[in-house]
């Protein structure tokens, strides 16, 4: 596609922001990505300019946000235990930023502010039932997005995704954990059960979706499940990736007890119990609200599990 000079920001280096990043760039835009250090990370293409910001501080943001006229929030909290200080701050920083610049603010979210369904799919119209704080946060976060759209303070949508996979994706259910394993021939780590239906979206198509919804002046005020190709249980998801390697499937399912008590020693895990019914139940992303207003742009699943090992075996 042809070349313009729109500005589009990025907050945020790590995987979710490079996919936005690499859909930006086939589409020819000027970006300007932002991070704690203003250092180049791995992934960032040569032509993409990074500066240093504080998205807590929206001196910073307004600063870094300057002349842009689409925003994107690809932040995550640094301490996963702490989703409930470290995420306001960050969201309210860089949405005083884009609305200091009079831009678009487009928002990666997840799909915790739901809680348990019973199984039943996830759909973008259903109340905010969590029960545990990372998913009380999440609902806290979309109220607050959505307020500040309904007040005229900022243009706002909000695409939401499932468990991640994909090249650079390391920290996820569908992460090292089961990529790795599978080149290895290493055990695939899974919590709970392995038995129920998993949604899992693959972090190309994450990217893709941001960026069709910052193009789309409809989507704005609404929240957005991302296009996921396909649900399989969590066992027939990993047979596949097993199958690509030459291997049959190794998969290790760690009991809740034993993820609880890992929880006393290790931060990340702590408190993961509020998340166990996504293993326990059929935990189903529907996307067809997308789908039906955007199109189909969900990688087919082999696909995207080739590529996803080839950057494991490159890296």
């Known amino acids: 596609m ?3 000079n729109e500005l589009h920001v990025i907050f945020g ?5 490079l996919a936005i990043m690499d859909e930006l760039l086939v589409r020819g835009k000027r970006i300007r990505m932002v991070n704690r250090s203003g250092k180049t990370t791995a992934g960032v293409a040569p032509e993409v ?18 002349g842009a006229s689409v ?23 860089v949405l005083e930023g884009a609305a200091h610049a009079g831009a678009k603010l487009v928002v990666m979210e997840n799909v915790y502010m739901y809680g348990a369904t019973g199984g039943r799919p996830l759909t973008e119209d259903l109340p905010y039932l969590a029960k545990g704080a990372r998913g009380k946060t999440r609902a806290i976060l979309a109220q607050a997005l959505q307020a500040a759209h309904a007040a005229g303070k900022v243009r706002v949508v909000s695409g939401r995704a499932a468990d991640f996979f994909g090249p650079r994706v390391l920290q996820s259910a ?19 059960s392995a038995e129920h239906l998993h949604t899992f979206t693959y972090m190309p198509d994450i990217g893709k979706g941001l960026v069709i919804l910052g193009e789309n002046e409809a989507a704005f ?4 499940h991302l296009p996921s190709y ?3 249980t969590t066992r027939h998801f990993l047979k596949l990736v097993y199958e690509e390697t030459g291997r049959a499937a190794n998969i290790q399912v760690a009991p809740k007890l034993l993820m609880q008590a890992m929880g006393l020693f290790v931060p990340p895990v702590r408190g993961i119990s509020e998340l166990f019914y996504e293993f326990e139940e059929d ?24 590529t996803t090992l080839a950057w494991y075996r490159e890296n």
């Open 221 to 224: 005020g609404q929240a957005w």
């Open 71 to 93: 925003v994107y929030n690809a932040l995550n909290a640094p301490n996963y235990e702490q989703w409930a200080s470290q995420f306001p701050p960050l969201q309210k920083g």
């Open 174 to 192: 569908a992460g090292a954990q089961v990529f790795r394993a599978a080149l290895t021939g290493g055990k695939a780590q899974v919590m709970v």
């Open 230 to 232: 396909q649900t399989l």
């Open 49 to 66: 300019e990074v500066v240093a910001g504080d998205a807590t501080n929206p001196e910073s943001t307004r600063k870094v946000s300057q």
């Open 13 to 17: 280096t790590g995987p979710v922001g």
């Open 283 to 306: 935990f189903v992303v529907d996307h067809r609200k997308f789908e039906g207003t955007f199109g189909n742009h969900a990688t087919p699943l082999r696909d995207a599990i080739r």
């Open 2 to 4: 042809s070349s313009t």
